[in-house]
């Protein structure tokens, strides 16, 4: 079993940047595809970014490009999720998941461990 608990969410103005951070605890998340979802009020989960084990592809959603990004660091068994020039409709509850082993499409349905998530709000 993998335990995943995100931190770093808050509430920030448009325009601003926030950290988030999944640590994981109880194996090692090194052979694991990590991914960041988020939800918002009355709307689905959706992929934000995912990464692979050894972090040499990374998948994101359209209208985050060139705003987030998605990182790991093995050694600390933690990934982060750079997020900079945030907007309101970035707001949502964010969620850190693992997948062990490859898949061709990442969705909420294919992985197997989340986190309970971390609430971000963009004050506009």
């Known amino acids: 079993q993998v335990q995943l608990v995100e931190s770093g969410g808050g509430l920030v103005q448009a325009g601003g940047s926030l950290r988030l951070s999944c640590a994981a605890s109880g194996r090692t998340i090194r052979d694991y595809i990590m991914a960041w979802f988020r939800q918002a009020p009355e709307k689905e989960r959706e992929l934000v970014l995912a990464?692979?084990?050894?972090?040499?592809?990374?998948f994101y959603e359209d209208s985050v490009k060139g705003r987030f990004t998605i990182s790991r660091d093995n050694t600390k068994n933690t990934v982060y999720l750079q997020m900079n020039n945030l907007k309101p409709e970035d707001t949502a509850v964010y969620y850190c998941a693992a997948r062990d082993g490859y898949v061709a499409v990442i969705t909420a349905r294919v992985m197997n461990y989340w986190g309970k998530g971390t609430l971000v709000t963009v004050a506009s």
């Open positions: 990464i692979t084990s050894n972090g040499d592809r990374t």
